[in-house]
Nanobody
Framework: QVQLVESGGGLVQPGGSLRLSCAAS????????MGWYRQAPGKQREWVAT???????NYARSVKGRFTISRDNAKNTVYLQMTSLTPEDTAVYYC????????WGQGTQVTVSS
């Protein structure tokens, strides 16, 4: 069993930045891909970014160039650095970590508003 705890969400003005963190703990032998999804009010959950165990990254078109995903394998932690935030980025952000199963965090609220 793997537990994921996210942190770093909050309220930010348009154009601002936030850094999300997601720490994995528990019965971790090997974490494969880690990543982030988000769900805005009234919308389906959408993929944001993924990073492989080797550090290869992929981004949704809507965030490419503004968000950066990274990970610290020694700390079993994945990060999402978000810049140039707009109100359209407002959502609950969920991290995931993959072993032979996919585990999810509880979500952290990001609100972009003036």
């Amino acid at each position: 069993q793997v537990q994921l705890v996210e942190s770093g969400g909050g309220l930010v003005q348009p154009g601002g930045s936030l850094r999300l963190s997601c720490a994995a703990s528990g019965s971790i032998f090997r974490l494969n891909a880690m990543g982030w999804y988000r769900q805005a009010p009234g919308k389906q959950r959408e993929w944001v970014a993924t990073i492989s165990s080797g550090g290869s990254t992929n981004y949704a078109r809507s965030v490419k160039g503004r968000f950066t995903i990274s990970r610290d394998n020694a700390k079993n932690t994945v990060y999402l650095q978000m810049t140039s935030l707009t109100p359209e980025d407002t959502a609950v952000y969920y991290c995931h970590a993959d072993t032979n199963l996919r585990y999810w965090g509880q979500g952290t609220q990001v609100t972009v508003s003036s």
